[in-house]
């Protein structure tokens, strides 16, 4: 376990390194999926070469804020061109009947917006919270607001 984390972190660092704020978005952009990348390993490395002037904090920010939004883009996009057919596929298996999928549906299509929002500030959930967004087909431009939302009062927390 310890080598992989140690991999994690040298595959974080280098990526920043060498490709600087693109770095930061790939990584970020990664973070945001279903790959389990955490971004308490890639923010942390940014925000020290921030300290050391070797970059700029804003342009960190927006770079980490915009990877995570397109990570959380791709869950989307995936989940709302993939997702109904394979639960309704394979869901019986995990417990999850179409009558049940259509209870979790009307949920999110009324509380969806605190639902992304709330779901963005939990370890864990944070990364698969845009599956349900795009299962219900969520309003594209009020999904990104929450998530950019979000992105943004954690990162001015965490970076000031």
């Known amino acids: 376990m310890e080598q992989y984390i140690n991999e994690i972190i040298n595959f974080i ?3 920043i390194e060498k490709r600087g704020y693109v770095g930061i978005f790939i990584c970020m952009t990664i973070e945001s999926t279903f790959i389990p990348l955490p971004s308490e390993v890639i923010v942390p490395p ?13 342009i960190v920010i927006l770079c980490g804020t915009l990877g995570s939004v ?3 883009l791709i869950n989307y996009w995936l989940s709302a061109k993939l997702g109904r ?8 298996y995990f417990k999850l009947t179409e009558a049940r999928f259509v209870k979790v549906e009307r ?3 009324e509380h969806g ?10 370890l864990g959930l944070r990364h698969y919270i845009s599956i349900p ?6 309003k594209l431009d009020k999904f990104i607001f929450y998530t950019f939302l979000k992105l943004i009062k954690i990162s001015v927390t965490v970076h000031f």
């Open 13 to 15: 660092m280098i990526t």
């Open 133 to 138: 967004a795009g299962l219900t087909k969520m």
């Open 46 to 58: 940014a925000g020290y070469l921030a300290a050391q002037g070797k970059m700029n904090i804003y």
């Open 70 to 72: 397109a990570g959380a």
């Open 107 to 109: 949920y999110f299509n």
């Open 113 to 122: 917006a605190i639902s992304t929002f709330v779901g963005r500030l939990v």
């Open 85 to 92: 057919a394979i639960i309704i596929k394979w869901g019986k």
